[in-house]
């Protein structure tokens, strides 16, 4: 079906992959870690850094344009990726991601790409599992996907259009580390934003100029500090209060609480007439990234 797939040799401490510039280097220049694993030689010595073999780590991944350009060689497909241009309602009510203040000001800011009604939105799900279907830390591993906003809504969150573009095996998670993993990705999706790809789309029996953007990012809260490279512990965990985050520190515990989160309802709400169950006053006006759900680290 031409689903290509790659696989990319990583360092063992998330430092570099071996591509581009470091495609034919045999060590690490950051950390000096070996490619390759070592191998015994004819004299019982060990080669630390080989010249070829069965490398240490691997990436797979999975590219994003074959997928897209086999989506709109499909009639169906094709047709349903215009949806939202084409049979979508405009009530001026919020029922998909095309009517958010987001998508207007994407196509007021950039006319070009939304004239094209063709041209994709995707959204990216990170998120960690255990596969081994327990509760248990001591294994992470990271699907990385792709969800096209084109579609409507019964078909975006479909398993048929929710693309896997890369898995991160355990065991360990990347952290902040992740920019490293989703560099094959990042550089598909500046090729669709900045260039554009030819696409042939069997819907109109013609070829255009593809271009795609990130139109969000999907993921908890955790994820979301591994994706920026934000701490989400600490005294100043919430990435839009900072400073000003309502916290608490257990003495005994050595935890952080975080408290008082009914204040981002109105001032007259049930719930913030509790004061003592809830703990909460009225500071701000709105907090787009509230901790409640996730009270101790």
């Given at each position: 079906?031409?689903?290509?797939?790659?696989?990319?040799?990583?360092?063992?401490?998330?430092?570099?992959?071996?591509?581009?510039?470091?495609?034919?280097?045999r060590r690490c220049p950051k950390c000096g870690l070996s490619r390759y694993k070592a191998e015994v030689g004819q004299n019982d010595e060990i080669d630390e850094f080989p010249k070829e073999g069965p490398p240490v780590m691997v990436v797979w991944y999975l590219p994003i344009i074959p997928r897209l350009m086999c989506l709109f060689a499909n009639?169906?497909?094709?047709?349903?990726?215009?949806?939202?241009?084409?049979?979508?309602?405009?009530?001026?009510?919020?029922?998909?991601?095309?009517?958010?203040?987001?998508?207007k000001k994407i196509h007021k800011e950039f006319p070009e790409f939304g004239k094209e009604s063709r041209n994709l939105r995707l959204g990216l799900v990170i998120y960690g599992?255990?596969?081994?279907?327990?509760?248990?830390?001591?294994?992470?591993?990271?699907?990385?996907?792709?969800?096209?906003y084109n579609l409507?809504?019964?078909l975006c969150m479909k398993r048929k259009y929710m693309m896997l573009s890369m898995m991160i095996f355990g065991p360990k998670q990347p952290g902040n580390d992740i920019d490293v993993y989703l560099n094959p990705l990042i550089e598909d999706l500046?090729?669709?934003?900045?260039e554009g790809v030819d696409v042939f789309d069997a819907f109109k029996s013609e070829s255009f100029l593809l271009h795609a953007m990130l139109f969000c990012t999907i993921n908890d809260f955790p994820a979301y500090g591994s994706l920026l490279g934000y701490s989400v512990k600490g005294h100043r965990a919430c990435p839009i209060c900072e400073e000003k985050t309502s916290y608490e520190q257990l003495k005994h515990e050595r935890k952080t609480?975080?408290?008082?989160?009914?204040?981002?309802?109105?001032?007259?709400?049930?719930?913030?007439?509790?004061?003592?169950?809830?703990?909460?006053?009225?500071?701000h006006d709105i907090c787009p990234t509230p901790l409640s759900g996730l009270q101790i680290y």
């Open positions: 079906m031409g689903m290509e797939y790659r696989k990319i040799h990583l360092c063992p401490n998330d430092c570099i992959l071996y591509k581009n510039e470091y495609e034919d280097l009639t169906d497909d094709a047709k349903n990726l215009r949806w939202y241009a084409d049979n979508r309602k405009c009530e001026g009510l919020l029922r998909h991601p095309a009517d958010s203040l987001q998508s599992m255990n596969p081994f279907e327990n509760l248990s830390s001591n294994h992470s591993s990271w699907p990385i996907l792709l969800v096209i409507p809504p019964a500046k090729l669709l934003w900045d609480m975080y408290l008082g989160h009914h204040r981002f309802l109105k001032k007259y709400h049930l719930y913030c007439r509790l004061k003592k169950a809830f703990n909460g006053y009225q500071e």
